[in-house]
């Protein structure tokens, strides 16, 4: 019989795992300091060495975060943290334009939808004020690529709904930049942009979730005409150059 030799990670990543579990289990809420090095290293027999590879794991998954130079709190890691990690994943596995935009059909109608029934009015005033900003730069004849990427994450935000927020930012941060690589080709494309965006905007305002919803797919159906008319192919692999 063959025996394999038993794969025992390296004592650092025990250490990261162990605490991982207490901060998702709620021992440690967020807002709450870890131990010292000192302690940690008596509670799990180990050099402070290995405690502090362990932390630096930590603070690279956004769990944990440093206040001053030795406090380390407890953290929840947010979208803007989170967002970035999956897109450079989503970019190794050679995604396509038509991948991210079948995602995008079924979550940004979704997320306009549900913001119509929710959004504050804090949260209205902040996509009307994205709304004139991108009229505005529209008539100077400069692209609403990155003012169009924030409008999506605000109605996200206005969905209440941190499963749909943390869902689509990802997809968000590769496909809405993909806008810039036919918007020269089409200058029809960013006032039909500024057309859509106004109707999103004029539903969650109303209250009228069906129109929101409505306007928010024809938006995204947009995309992929604009794409299609500019000759590029819908099976194209999203590149990293394509992002802001």
Same mark, same amino acid.
């Given at each position: 019989?063959?025996?394999?030799?038993?794969?025992?990670?390296?004592?650092?990543?025990?250490?990261?795992?162990? *605490?991982?579990?207490? !901060?998702?289990?709620?021992?440690?809420? %967020?807002?709450? %300091?870890?131990?010292?090095?000192?302690?940690?290293?008596?509670?799990?027999?180990?050099?402070?060495?290995?405690?502090?590879?362990?932390?630096?794991?930590?603070?690279?998954?956004? *769990?944990?975060?440093?206040?001053?130079?030795?406090?380390?709190?407890?953290?929840?890691?947010?979208?803007?943290?989170?967002? %970035?990690?999956?897109?450079?994943?989503?970019?190794?596995?050679?995604?396509?334009?038509?991948?991210?935009?079948?995602?995008?059909?079924?979550?940004?109608? +979704?997320?306009?939808?549900?913001?119509?029934?929710?959004?504050?009015?804090?949260?209205?005033?902040? +996509?009307?004020?994205?709304?004139?900003?991108?009229?505005?730069?529209?008539?100077?004849?400069?692209? %609403?690529?990155?003012?169009?990427?924030?409008?999506?994450? *605000?109605?996200?935000?206005?969905?209440?709904?941190?499963?749909?927020?943390?869902?689509?930012?990802?997809?968000? +941060?590769?496909?809405?930049?993909?806008?810039?690589?036919?918007?020269?080709? *089409?200058?029809?494309?960013?006032?039909?942009?500024?057309?859509?965006?106004?109707?999103?905007?004029?539903? !969650?305002?109303?209250?009228?979730?069906?129109?929101?919803?409505?306007?928010?797919?024809?938006?995204?159906?947009?995309?992929?005409?604009?794409?299609?008319?500019?000759? +590029?192919? !819908?099976?194209?692999?999203?590149?990293?150059?394509?992002?802001?």
């Amino acid at each position: 019989m063959e025996i394999e030799k038993l794969k025992v990670p390296p004592a650092y990543q025990a250490v990261s795992t162990e *605490l991982q579990k207490h !901060i998702l289990s709620g021992a440690l809420k %967020p807002g709450e %300091p870890l131990p010292s090095e000192i302690e940690l290293a008596a509670k799990f027999g180990v050099n402070r060495s290995t405690v502090r590879e362990g932390i630096r794991q930590l603070e690279s998954e956004g *769990l944990v975060r440093r206040e001053g130079r030795k406090r380390l709190l407890v953290t929840v890691p947010h979208s803007a943290d989170l967002a %970035p990690r999956t897109t450079r994943a989503l970019v190794m596995h050679e995604v396509t334009f038509h991948e991210l935009w079948e995602v995008a059909m079924v979550l940004e109608p +979704l997320a306009a939808q549900l913001a119509a029934d929710v959004a504050t009015d804090a949260q209205i005033a902040a +996509l009307k004020a994205n709304l004139d900003a991108t009229a505005a730069i529209v008539e100077r004849g400069i692209s %609403p690529g990155k003012l169009d990427l924030e409008f999506h994450s *605000l109605v996200s935000a206005a969905a209440a709904n941190k499963v749909l927020l943390l869902s689509r930012e990802p997809v968000g +941060l590769l496909l809405y930049p993909a806008f810039e690589t036919f918007q020269m080709q *089409l200058p029809q494309a960013a006032r039909r942009l500024v057309d859509a965006h106004r109707e999103v905007v004029a539903g !969650i305002e109303r209250r009228d979730g069906a129109h929101a919803e409505l306007w928010m797919r024809k938006h995204v159906a947009d995309l992929k005409r604009g794409w299609e008319l500019a000759g +590029l192919s !819908i099976d194209q692999r999203i590149e990293p150059g394509v992002t802001p």
